[in-house]
């Protein structure tokens, strides 16, 4: 775990944040809550946030996974191999059929 410091911790933490928000967005139908009592612009914001998350979080999860875990995959092998991207497309299309199942 030599390789887990610098430049290559930020890109670990960012894809783990990466898969962490992938799941959270493709298996617990995410969503934001939205207080009743918040002001008009904050509130709209929230709106927007539930409304691109009810159309298109699950996309997003579908397209942010694979990545996610190939880096996370990338930065713990030491590198990213050629075999990292046919294996993140085909998860791809894995979730992607999945979804619209």
Do not use: Q, Y
């Amino acid at each position: 775990m030599d390789n887990l410091s610098g430049g290559n911790l930020h890109v670990f933490l960012i894809a783990l944040a990466m898969v962490i928000g992938s799941v959270w967005m493709l298996f617990f139908r995410a969503r934001v809550p939205v207080p009743a009592g918040l002001p008009g612009f904050f509130r709209a914001i929230l709106e927007i946030a539930n409304t691109w998350l009810a159309l298109f979080g699950g996309w997003a999860g579908c397209f942010f996974l694979p990545i996610g875990t190939m880096l996370v995959l990338g930065v713990l092998a030491g590198g990213m191999a050629f075999w990292h991207w046919p294996v993140a497309l085909m998860m791809f299309a894995l979730l992607a059929v999945w979804k619209n199942r």
